[in-house]
């Protein structure tokens, strides 16, 4: 059974950094895509960043420059550093697993987490 569990959201001012983590089981961690995504309230659940099992990865341009994913396969944990942090960075993030392609687009991934809650104040 996949589990992905989140942890590391706080409540943080502007310009403040966090580090969010994502602890994996239940599958084959290390071939799988990784995605972490965000969701503020009433709006849709968008793409933050993602990184593939050969390591690449791709990010939002409203965070390139300021998050960073990683990901530690001797763990099972992927990571998503956040600098230079903003109010509207200010969401539920969640960490995915997708089985086949490797994209940030949330109706690709299989497996999610129940998420962390982010706040950033000005």
């Known amino acids: 059974q996949v589990q992905l569990v989140e942890s590391g959201g706080v409540s943080v001012q502007a310009g403040g950094s966090l580090r969010l983590s994502c602890a994996a089981s239940?599958?084959?961690?290390?071939?799988?895509?990784m995605g972490w995504f965000r969701q503020a309230p009433g709006k849709e659940r968008e793409g933050v960043a993602a990184?593939?099992?050969?390591?690449?990865?791709s990010y939002a341009d409203s965070v390139k420059g300021r998050f960073t994913i990683s990901k530690d396969n001797a763990k099972n944990t992927l990571y998503l550093q956040m600098n230079s942090l903003k109010p509207e960075d200010t969401a539920m993030y969640y960490c995915?697993?997708?089985?086949?392609?490797?994209?940030?687009?949330?109706?690709?991934?299989?497996?999610w987490g129940q998420g962390t809650q982010v706040t950033v104040s000005s």
């Open positions: 995915a697993a997708d089985s086949w392609g490797c994209s940030r687009r949330p109706y690709e991934y299989n497996y």
């Open positions: 990184i593939d099992s050969d390591g690449s990865t």
């Open positions: 239940g599958y084959t961690y290390s071939s799988y895509c």
